[in-house]
């Protein structure tokens, strides 16, 4: 099973992972079964749009390094609010995961900061927005040390260091 992946990268930074690695991090995190390739967008934004989106969907003033946007087909009841034929429901594909919105400006910053390659970075942020579209969270402590536990495993398989360890100058996993 693979990933289908639509890449947006409209202001067209250059020092983004190759699609074939945001292929096989996105795979890697995969953590449910689909009858079909799941999906996702994966949309790489400048500090300006980050801090927009964050503000309008999570209340806080400031660019964020990932933001995830898990797909849920619209209830019944929305759909008659704004006249969407019900038929067009059924047509929703069942194996879109989301949108993963990257900051790649924060993601820079982050990864300067926390003595880490961009490489790895980029691979703990993109299993970290993949778990989030299958319903992984972090809100509680229990939701967070399932999250985290699942994130280091998976990093350590693509053979990335835990994210969550202290900056040792050391990224070996």
Known sequence: MSVLIELQNPYHYQQIPSESALQCWADAALQTAYQDDPSLLIRIVDEQESADLNAEYRGKNYPTNILSFPFEKPSIELSEEYNIDLSQLDELDDNYLGDLVICEPVLQKEAKQQGKSLEQHWAHLLVHGVLHLQGY?????????????????????????????????????
């Open 137 to 173: 969270d972090h809100i509680s402590d229990e939701e967070a040390e399932i999250m985290e536990t699942l994130e280091v495993e998976i990093l350590g398989k693509l053979g990335f260091a835990n994210p969550y360890n202290e900056v040792t100058g050391d990224n070996e996993p």
